[in-house]
């Protein structure tokens, strides 16, 4: 089936400093890449919506600059977070639209990120 | 635009009964229907999906889901749960032709032995 790999899975930062997080679709190409954070005991929020070749759209709320999303291939997505603050701290998942048929989404295992 | 409402946060049941996960939506459009289980600090896997066609969608670990249109519900069934089944249950929806996943709140389904 479908994988999602998204690295790190956990990553401690100081405060100031700037966070890469990547997800890769391992065995199928995926135009659309999807962005999410969760807050503890909480739901996911989307916050944007990465289509290869082109600018992501950003959820409304969400700051472009501080969440830099980078699409350049079909299997690669990355999430920057840029200038990192302790309330940046979260639980953020990746997934992809995989050719798994109508409504096919596979996740990645998250990134736990910690600014100190 | 579509919404999900997962009516419990936490459901406890004991070792062996039945459960029930409800979970309601809202939408102006016909919608994929979907059940996502998490376990603590990963991702997501998907247990269940109603796309089209029988109204009743099963999963190998035993769970259902009944999609029911009148009432606008999708919810998730199991007859004798197992203390593996510990974990956060998300329902979600997608408008069809869209790709956007709108989540419920989660429900936290803890198994007492």
């Known amino acids: 089936g479908a994988v999602v790999s998204q690295h790190p899975s956990r990553v401690i930062c100081k405060s100031g400093t700037s966070v890469k997080i990547e997800c890769r679709s391992l065995?199928?190409?995926?135009?659309?890449m999807f962005w999410y954070r969760q807050f503890p005991k909480q739901s996911l929020m989307l916050m944007a919506t990465s289509n290869e070749g082109s600018k992501a759209t950003y959820e409304q709320g969400v700051e472009k600059d501080k969440f830099l999303i980078n699409h350049a291939s079909l299997t690669l997505s990355t999430l920057t977070v840029t200038s990192a603050h302790p309330e940046d701290s979260s639980f953020y998942i990746c997934s992809a639209s995989d050719t798994q048929g109508p409504g096919g989404y596979t996740f990645g295992s998250g990134t736990r990120l910690t600014v100190v | 635009a579509q919404s999900v409402t997962q009516l419990d946060s936490q459901v406890p049941v004991f070792e062996e009964a039945p459960v029930e996960l409800r979970c309601n939506y809202s939408s102006s459009v016909s919608v994929y229907l979907f059940w996502y289980v998490q376990y603590p600090n990963q991702g997501l896997q998907l247990l269940l999906k109603y796309l089209s066609g029988s109204t009743l969608v099963e999963s190998i670990n035993g769970f259902e889901a009944e999609f029911n249109k009148s009432q606008t519900s999708f919810h998730l069934r199991k007859p004798s749960v197992h203390i593996s089944d510990t974990a956060e249950y998300f329902c979600a929806v997608s408008g069809r032709g869209a790709q956007k996943l709108v989540f419920g709140q989660g429900t936290r389904l803890t198994i007492n032995p």
């Open positions: 065995d199928f190409q995926a135009t659309t």
